[in-house]
């Protein structure tokens, strides 16, 4: 990714920032925290490992070259949700994958990571999108859709800067709102979290000169 498509994503998510703030101020005792991972010919912390709290949190520029090495990123992510490295007591996490290519990584080791993921009690909990970016031959689709779990919304794509930024908004914003009304409990005491579903992401209308 590069060029207007990574200009776009770090304004997009710079200004989803405060928007995320203002949307959780109705619920104080939610404590968001958030981190970030970055990949190309490989995958690795962009902001992390340890989270970040959401008024703490700053987004550096994003400059990506290379491959896309999507299956080594939730790898790095499904780590990350195991049951010793999350909060015994907390709200499902929220998980946008962001991508504008097709996977790099062999079939079986993007396969096998989106099982893992689906395993863990975190994995399956956790509201899971995805944004595909640019023209649908760009990135491979029945791919970055197995990496979501919310049907009702399927895979997010953004054909231009202003469908990028709106959709970013849009997901951080509704996911971040809708797991904090959730109650929060333990996976590790056995008891169940509801999984959290979302509303269709809002309808865009994009000039056919102001495409990826």
């Known amino acids: 990714m590069r060029g207007k498509k990574i200009a776009t994503l770090n304004q997009a998510i710079r200004e989803a920032l405060p928007e995320i703030q203002k949307a959780v101020e109705a619920y104080p005792q939610v404590d968001i925290r958030m981190r970030a991972i970055k990949f190309s010919n490989n995958a690795a912390w962009h902001v992390g490992p340890d989270p970040v709290p959401l008024n703490d949190f700053v987004w550096p520029e994003l400059e990506t070259s290379g491959l896309t090495a999507t299956a080594k990123a939730i790898k790095l992510l499904t780590e990350e949700l195991s049951i010793d490295r999350m909060p015994r007591r907390g709200l499902p996490p929220v998980c946008i994958l962001i991508s504008d290519g097709f996977c790099t990584d062999p079939q079986e080791e993007y396969d096998a990571a989106i099982a893992e993921l ?95």
Do not use: C
């Not at 031959?137 to 990028?164: C, M, W």
């Not at 056995?190 to 865009?204: F, K, R, T, Y």
């Open 118 to 212: 689906g395993k863990i009690p975190w994995g399956i909990k956790a509201v899971r999108l995805a944004i595909a970016i640019g023209d649908e031959s760009d990135y491979n689709a029945p791919e970055l859709i197995k990496f979501t779990n919310q049907e009702s919304v399927g895979l997010i794509r953004a054909h231009s800067p202003e469908e990028l930024v709106a959709y970013i908004k849009w997901a951080s914003v509704s996911a971040s709102v809708a797991s904090s009304r959730g109650r929060s409990r333990s996976i590790g005491s056995g008891e169940d979290i509801s999984n959290v579903a979302l509303d269709s992401p809002p309808q865009m209308i994009t000039s056919n000169t102001d495409l990826f």
